[in-house]
Nanobody, 127 residues
Framework: QVQVVESGGGLVQAGGSLTLSCTVS????????MAWFRQAPGKEREGISCISWSGGKTYYADSVKGRFTISRDNAKATVYLQMTSMKPEDSAMYYC????????????????????WGQGTQVTVSS
């Protein structure tokens, strides 16, 4: 059984930093591209940062480019999202997702094709 579990969400002040983690079990992690999506109330789901299954390629949405960094540790079956210079508009539910053998930009742009999702972790940025 595949499990995708996010952690690290919370309340942070504007300008602050937060790191999310996503640990996966039940699949061969090193063959899966990983994605971070977010969705705020009343807004569409947005693929903000993704990393290829090899870890060699990353993708960032313009809204987070230069502020967020995605990385993965295949030995720990974990993907991370380091968030810095956070803004109130970063407030959302953050979801981790996995799809096998996918390119970074592809997994970020095709959420309907992703089979495995976590339950999400809430991030709130106060002004």
């Amino acid at each position: 059984q595949v499990q995708v579990v996010e952690s690290g969400g919370g309340l942070v002040q504007a300008g602050g930093s937060l790191t999310l983690s996503c640990t996966v079990s039940g699949l061969r992690f090193d063959t899966f591209a990983m994605a971070w999506f977010r969705q705020a109330p009343g807004k569409e789901r947005e693929g903000i940062s993704c990393i290829s299954w090899s870890g060699g390629k990353t993708y960032y949405a313009d809204s987070v480019k230069g502020r967020f960094t995605i990385s993965r540790d295949n030995a720990k079956a974990t993907v991370y999202l380091q968030m810095t210079s956070m803004k109130p508009e970063d407030s959302a539910m953050y979801y981790c997702a996995a799809k096998q053998y996918y390119a970074a930009e592809s997994i970020c742009s095709t959420p309907d094709r992703i089979p495995y999702w976590g339950q999400g972790t809430q991030v709130t940025v106060s002004s």
